[in-house]
């Protein structure tokens, strides 16, 4: 345990040195929003992929995967198919169209504050959902790795380290950190990867073999059905998770640390690359678990199987390798939740506080010390809300955040680019009722109710079955932006053409006829 809190240390130190080098460097709101527009596309690419694999990837889908086989891999995959609609719908047009938040992109088509307002509502929640989860993680994993420490202390130590990398060092700060853990993070998968890999002599059919006689499944471990019994829960979960990236405020900001909307492209590949390695990893990582650890001590450590990947590193390495593995845990905690914290609070001092409250008239240095308030606000409301979810899977709780992205943004982005009629009203429509949609969903779902004590927050009888409200939410989403631009009076087409001409090759202006 010396080791793992050594260790444990050693990344706090080396992620405050990266700040405290970074705030040297972050004076202008460019360089506090975006690290200056001045990251490759190699480095973007690692920064994307280390703010993608989260706790809700390393800690939530091994737990997932131990404790329910084939179930648990769907995160896996719809999280990596999700890039690919990233890549080929959202990241050109992102970086061309905006310039600091996803509000940005949409305002470069309708200059209307109520569009601000509601983009940046949308922004702040969704990232506070998602920051949930990682704070449930980094709960249970410094209480496995301190006994000493309970629940909320652990929670309250993230917090306050995810505000001061935020309030200090900025954007850049933050894709450091992300860079470096992602680097990290990997390393720590491939291998433990390898060492399960071994214990199956290298050999995937043999894997799949002892895994239907590993666990209490049997061969059920390998079938759907162990956690989703219900089909169309199933297809709301992976809707949200392959449509939910491309709503993502933390992963849409990244597209503006670059130069232009090819080096945005090319992170996205880089980061797609890493990550699909990665979350094939996963699968040895759940395998691992189940055959070495077993579902009594997944369970014993944490109800909801976070703590899978750090105890199998234990087991099959000893407390060196538990404590580089959970040490890595927790820089992968440190980094997205840092990222979360700088999407919200970017959205809140620049579309809110500047675009609204102070008409577009309010200083750099101003703005930067409102997103640095909203960074502590933001950080203490997410601190408040994990403290009642520690008995939730996190991968569960990122597939909450996918649901709402994909019913309030994603709508409003893509109609925003192809469609020349949408409208403002269209557009506040749209981001409303996938929000609100969504969000009511979840509150009469199983997840928030359940009959028994103890399984949920409440106790009491759902209202819906739907664990995931994508199937429902996605499609109101949409229906929104439809219905609000088909009954509105108001046109707004006149600067579709340009917006579609700059959303696809940058140039701001059309050339006009002689």
Known sequence: MNTAFLLFLLIVLGTLVITYYASKKTKTANEFYTAGGGLTGWQNGLAIAGDYMSAASFLGIAGMIALFGFDGFFYSIG????????????????????????????????????IRGVAALNSIVISIFYMIAQLVGAGGLIALLIPSLDY????????????????????????????????LLMAGTLIISLIVFAKFDFNVGHMFTEMKTATGLGEAFLNPGNKFTNGLDTISLNLALVLGTAGLPHILIRFFTVKDAPTARKSVVVATWIIGVFYVMTLFLGFGAAAFVGEAAIIEANAAGNMAAPLLAK????????????????????????????????????????????????????QVRMAKFASVGVAVVSIVLALFAQKLNVAFLVSLAFAVAASANLPVILFTVFWKRFNTAGAVTGMLTGLISALLLVLMSPNVWNPVAGKAILVGTPLIDLTNPGIISIPLGFLGAFLGTYFSSRTDEAKYDEVLVKANTGISELPTSR
């Open 79 to 114: 999280f990596l198919v999700a890039y690919l609609v990233v890549l080929y719908l959202v990241a050109e047009p992102l970086r061309n169209l905006g310039r600091y938040t996803m509000a940005d992109m949409i305002a470069a088509r309708f200059n209307q504050a109520r």
């Open 152 to 183: 909320t202390t652990s929670v309250l130590i993230v917090g306050v380290l995810m505000t001061v990398y935020v309030v200090f060092g900025g954007m850049t700060a933050t894709s450091w950190v992300q860079i470096i853990k992602c680097v």
């Open 315 to 366: 087991v099959l390495g000893g407390e060196f390798l538990f404590a580089f593995v959970s040490a890595v845990a927790f820089a992968t905690i440190l980094a997205v939740v840092a990222g979360l914290v700088l999407s919200a609070a970017s959205a809140f001092s620049h579309d809110f506080y500047n675009h609204i409250l102070r008409k577009g008239q309010a200083k750099e240095k101003e």
